[in-house]
Each structure stands twice: as C-alpha cells, then as structure tokens.
C-alpha cells in the first residue's frame, strides 16, 4: 500500500506541476488572446462604421460648400462697388466733370452686408456723387449714366452757383444702382 501512496502523491504531483507549469499559462495566453481579440474586434465595428460613414460625411461636406458658395455669392460684392466707383470717376473725367465725392449711405452698406440676400436676386443701392463742373457737362454725364448697366434711376438731383474760386456749378446726383451690373463700356 506504500507504494499506492508514493503512486498517488507521484500522481498528484504531476498533476500539480501539469498544472502549475502547463495548463495555468497555457489559460493565461488564452485569456490575452481572447482579450486582444475582443479588442481588434472592437477596431474592426469602429472601422467599419467609419466606413459606413464616409458617404454621409462626404455628402455633407458637398452641402456645406454649396452653402458656402450660396452665402459668399450673398455678401456684398466689394469688387464691384470699387469697380463702380471707377467707372464713376473715369466717366466724371471724360466729361470734364470733378468729383468731390462719392458717398453709398452707410446704413445701406450695412444692411446690404448683414443681409444676405437670396442666390441670384440683385442687390441695389442708392449713391450720391458730388462734383463740379458745367451744367452741359452734367447733362453729358447724367446721358452717358443713364445708358450704363448700373443705373436703375435718378433720385434726387441739383445744380448750386459754386463759391466764385469754383470752376463751374456745384452739381449733386442722387442715384439707384445696382451692384454686379457693371457693364465695361466698348
């Protein structure tokens, strides 16, 4: 019976060792294998969602440029009112016509940019030019104006005698114009 009990404390000892050198890390390496499974798993759904994503994502970025575009389209174009103002001035001269000053009401250019009015609707406003000059020359300007892209019609307009070191008469011209209709003149 002795040697039963070495056979079985042999036994019981292999058993032990089995389990402490083999079976015990053999689980441990499972367990790490299943946890980085579970976590490339996880990668995987999260990539795959992003996948899935990519064309809502891309057709809200095609929305938000086009919005975009709608609203730089909206804004008040500082080009053309330069480009305007020009044309005014090239114009006064070829006329022989001095102007003292150009003025867009300032609650205009406000209101024109803090509104953003709808893609393709025009944007108008009024402008008073001040010059001075012959009342001949006026009228060739006032000529010249009214056949011009811009204009969309006179509100206010009036010819003073000037201070006697003037030139001519002190000559003022209220207007409607609309912004973008510029025109270059052949």
């Known amino acids: 019976m002795k040697a039963y009990y ?8 292999l058993v032990a060792a089995w389990f402490l050198l083999a079976y015990r890390p053999s689980q441990s390496g499972q367990r790490d ?17 992003t996948v899935a994503a990519c064309p ?49 009401p300032l609650e205009e250019l406000l209101e024109l940019n803090s509104a953003a009015s709808a893609p393709g609707q025009p ?19 006032l000529s010249y104006m009214e056949q011009a892209g811009y204009f969309r019609g006179i509100n206010q307009c009036s010819a003073m005698i000037g201070s006697p070191d003037q030139r001519g008469l002190d000559l003022q011209v ?4 609309l912004l973008g209709g510029f ?3 052949s």
Request: no cysteine.
């Open 183 to 185: 025109k270059e003149d």
């Open 174 to 177: 209220e207007f409607r114009a």
């Open 123 to 141: 944007e108008f406003i009024n402008i008073t030019l001040r010059m001075e000059g012959t009342f001949r020359d006026f009228g060739d300007y």
């Open 56 to 104: 809502q994502e891309l057709k809200t970025k095609i929305e938000l440029e086009q919005s975009r575009q709608e609203l730089n389209s909206a804004l008040i174009a500082k080009q053309d009112i330069l480009e305007l103002f020009r044309e005014l001035s090239r114009q006064a001269e070829a006329s022989r016509l001095e102007i003292k000053e150009i003025t867009p």
């Open 6 to 13: 070495k056979y079985l404390i042999v036994s019981a000892a």
């Open 33 to 49: 294998l299943d946890n980085r499974l579970d976590q490339i798993q996880s990668e995987i759904a999260d990539f795959q969602s």
